[in-house]
């Protein structure tokens, strides 16, 4: 009974998010409007079409961004939840592998030296996947694909990957395309907000996250330990591969659209620990929808809070660290 109603607050915060989300905006919408409109878009001939004005806003640019950044969250917050629960470790988020700094320097590769009609998403995608197979490779190849192996390889392949893109921001031929690069890096919601990209993204993102949620149970068996796991009948190298490359693709898929969002997959899953104990069966159902809830809420914030919009990959950080670090006195009993 003490659980259920941050359980209740979870479920209903991303709907409600969402319709925020739908309100919020330069140009004023009241809730009775931005209601005719979804229900007008669901059922064409039962309900009364509200002006075209408020239509396009609404469908075309409020909607799938709000979609967009809510897909972001659960994609990066899941993943989170699922690593640190398998490596035991509440500092490992799927950035620590080095799909950050392979996306990156993907996206910056193509911006900077390869012609337009080259989709910087796919490029970004593709040296993601590249960053994160040379981590596990090297974590195979000396420590057999070993927790401790699969972080320091993660480092070492962030850290040269990191160099590369420092490598091409400096040899940019033109500063129109290094300040391309630059925001690129800040992350931006507003690139993945096409209902296009949206489906790309989901049809990626949904089977892993549904691969993670009816694997969530065997999460609490490796955390146990790879001596416990196998007492189990588990196989630690085995499901621990295979979730981290799912945990990869996804990230990969997102990270591709949407640039570099920091935080969300370190802090999501600590603030569900703390509210609902650290059942991975809970954690990671209801880090999927308050990673979402949580990502919508910061893109409402980096669109709205200033006259510009802010670049949401800087508003995470700036709103994250703090908090984490408070997060992480008050959960460090949970971890020992």
Known sequence: MRKLVPKLFVSFSLPLAILISLLLGHYRTDPKTVLEVVLSAVFPHL?????ETV????????????????????????????LQSMLRNPLVDTYILGIASGAGF?????????PPTVPVELVAFC???IAFMLAFVLAWSWGRG?????????VIVNAFFSAALALVKYLAPDPHRLASIVFWLMGDIGQAAF??????????????????WFMRWRLNVLSLGDEEARALGVNPTV????????????????????GIIGWVGLLVPHIVRLMLGTDNRVVVTYSIVFGATYMVLADDLARCLTSEELPIGVLTTIMGAPLYIYLLRRAS???R
């Open 47 to 51: 309900i009364h079409s509200p002006p």
């Open 127 to 129: 040296f993601s996947l």
């Open 55 to 82: 239509r396009v806003i609404v469908l075309l640019y409020r909607a799938p961004r709000a979609i967009a950044a809510a897909i972001t969250g659960a994609v990066l917050a899941v993943s989170g939840a699922a």
């Open 146 to 154: 070993g927790v401790i192996a699969l972080v320091l390889s993660g």
């Open 333 to 335: 009993g949970v971890w």
């Open 106 to 114: 993907g996206a910056a590769l193509a911006i900077a030296f390869l």
């Open 239 to 258: 499901e621990r591969g295979l979730l981290t490359a799912i945990c990869a693709l996804m990230t990969s898929a997102t990270v591709a659209y949407t």
């Open 195 to 212: 209902w296009y990209k949206i489906m790309r993204m989901l049809a990626i993102s949904l089977p892993c996250i549904l691969v993670i």
